[in-house]
């Protein structure tokens, strides 16, 4: 394998949480890749920005199995949408897939993509538009049962 693909990428993803695995790394001729699986992540006191019909997490509590974090990949400000007139990249209750864009983190006006790595329904959205996170700080659960 000279080249990782996405094609590549997703198949890993899907080995990481098939075998529950914690992680998976493989290097390639001159680059390599590295997957590491959510760990349990306890949801903020902040309350979150959601509907009715979202699952709701105990405070301190861990998420159900089929309960999934989408984290910040980096600490900056957190966009749902990509342009202040455009409607939210997604809301609640619509299906994802692997490396769908879910939001915009911008850091030292560089912005980095927000994606899911995985598919399912968005079940909450815990942040809101505009809102400062920090690494790996929980933005979204998704449902994987979609």
């Known amino acids: 394998m000279s080249h990782i693909s996405n094609d590549d ?3 890993l993803l899907q080995l990481l949480e098939q075998e529950d695995l914690a992680e998976i790394e493989v290097e ?5 890749v590295l997957l590491k699986a959510a760990a349990t992540v306890q949801l903020s006191a902040q309350p979150p920005v959601s509907d009715e019909r979202a699952p709701s997490a105990a405070a301190d509590g861990p998420l159900p199995d089929h309960i999934h974090p989408l984290l910040a990949p980096i600490a900056g400000t ?11 990249f997604v809301e609640v209750g619509d299906i994802v897939s692997v490396g769908d864009a879910v939001g915009l ?18 079940a909450q959205i815990l942040v809101e538009n505009q809102s400062q996170v920090e690494a790996e700080q929980p933005l979204m659960l998704i449902d994987r049962r979609g």
């Open 9 to 11: 990428i997703r198949w």
């Open 78 to 88: 957190f966009f749902r949408a990509p342009s202040p007139d455009a409607k939210p």
């Open 105 to 122: 983190v911008e850091a030292m006006k560089l912005y980095h993509d927000v994606t899911s790595p995985l598919r399912g329904r968005i």
């Open 28 to 32: 390639s001729g001159d680059g390599g």
